[in-house]
């Protein structure tokens, strides 16, 4: 049976631990047709305000609908859960740990197209989903993209979202393809989601706007105490720490 590649996003409740998905979206793709699915949720966690803000979900939209588990979408993809399909997902940790709350367990390949691009793009200032929309022109693709799809495209819903990385990654598969021209770009990306990035400067704290190789010259027991005193240091600052320290 031929693979199938799934693209996928969530809008949730929050970002919080206790918080839920209320919308699943997801396009999958074959040799021979593209499969949509795009539902709402009702949950007992109320929807935050800040999240109600960026994806407009009321709580009256939920009203009626079934819990995530209980849906036809939440239960398709488990039937698509298996080694043989690709799952494409914008900042896929996020997404995959609210679906482990609802009990999905990824047995999909994973790409993230986020840190696909952060390796690719990696001299843009974001790489958003809603940047790459802007930066690559892929506005001007998506209408008549939605239309033969019969969806309708708005910044921060799932399917709306979904729609647009379909149309990023076909962009990001041809950056990979002229970058790494003898290798499979599909096996490359899922190489790329697994490799730790460099991160070139600092965007927080006193040396924020300085690069890692900057304060490794000039204050290198600042990053030594980096690694060994800050809890929940990022696997890629660790990475690139250790990576200017040489060790």
């Given at each position: 049976m031929a693979a199938k590649y799934i693209i996928l996003d969530t809008e949730t409740t929050g970002t919080e631990q206790n918080d839920r998905i209320i919308q699943l979206g997801f396009m999958v793709l074959d040799a021979r047709d593209i499969e949509v699915h795009n539902d709402f949720f009702s949950t007992s966690v109320p929807i935050g305000i800040r999240a109600m803000?960026?994806?407009?979900?009321?709580?009256?939209?939920l009203e009626g609908r079934p819990l995530c588990k209980d849906s036809f979408s939440y239960k398709r993809l488990l039937e698509l859960n298996n080694s043989e399909n690709f799952l494409i997902i914008h900042n896929a940790p996020f997404d995959l740990g609210m679906l482990q709350k609802e009990g999905f367990e990824p047995q999909m390949k994973v790409i993230d197209t986020l840190r696909v691009a952060k390796h690719i793009y990696c001299n843009e200032?974001?790489?958003?989903?809603?940047?790459?929309?802007?930066k690559l022109g892929i506005y001007k693709e998506e209408e008549s993209e939605a239309t033969k799809l019969g969806i309708t495209i708005k910044a921060h819903d799932a399917i709306g979202d979904v729609l647009v990385l379909k149309l990023f990654l076909t962009k990001l598969k041809n950056e990979v393809l002229k970058l790494f021209p003898a290798q499979n770009s599909i096996e490359k990306m899922i190489e790329l989601t697994n490799t730790p990035i460099f991160i070139k400067s600092f965007t927080f704290g006193k040396y924020k706007g300085k690069t890692l190789e900057e304060v490794a010259s000039s204050d290198a027991a600042?990053?030594?105490w980096m690694l060994g005193g800050m809890e929940n240091l990022?696997?890629?600052?660790?990475?690139?720490?250790n990576r200017v320290l040489g060790i």
């Amino acid at each position: 049976m031929a693979a199938k590649y799934i693209i996928l996003d969530t809008e949730t409740t929050g970002t919080e631990q206790n918080d839920r998905i209320i919308q699943l979206g997801f396009m999958v793709l074959d040799a021979r047709d593209i499969e949509v699915h795009n539902d709402f949720f009702s949950t007992s966690v109320p929807i935050g305000i800040r999240a109600m803000e960026t994806h407009g979900i009321t709580p009256e939209m939920l009203e009626g609908r079934p819990l995530c588990k209980d849906s036809f979408s939440y239960k398709r993809l488990l039937e698509l859960n298996n080694s043989e399909n690709f799952l494409i997902i914008h900042n896929a940790p996020f997404d995959l740990g609210m679906l482990q709350k609802e009990g999905f367990e990824p047995q999909m390949k994973v790409i993230d197209t986020l840190r696909v691009a952060k390796h690719i793009y990696c001299n843009e200032e974001a790489h958003r989903l809603q940047y790459f929309r802007y930066k690559l022109g892929i506005y001007k693709e998506e209408e008549s993209e939605a239309t033969k799809l019969g969806i309708t495209i708005k910044a921060h819903d799932a399917i709306g979202d979904v729609l647009v990385l379909k149309l990023f990654l076909t962009k990001l598969k041809n950056e990979v393809l002229k970058l790494f021209p003898a290798q499979n770009s599909i096996e490359k990306m899922i190489e790329l989601t697994n490799t730790p990035i460099f991160i070139k400067s600092f965007t927080f704290g006193k040396y924020k706007g300085k690069t890692l190789e900057e304060v490794a010259s000039s204050d290198a027991a600042y990053l030594r105490w980096m690694l060994g005193g800050m809890e929940n240091l990022d696997e890629d600052m660790k990475y690139s720490i250790n990576r200017v320290l040489g060790i």
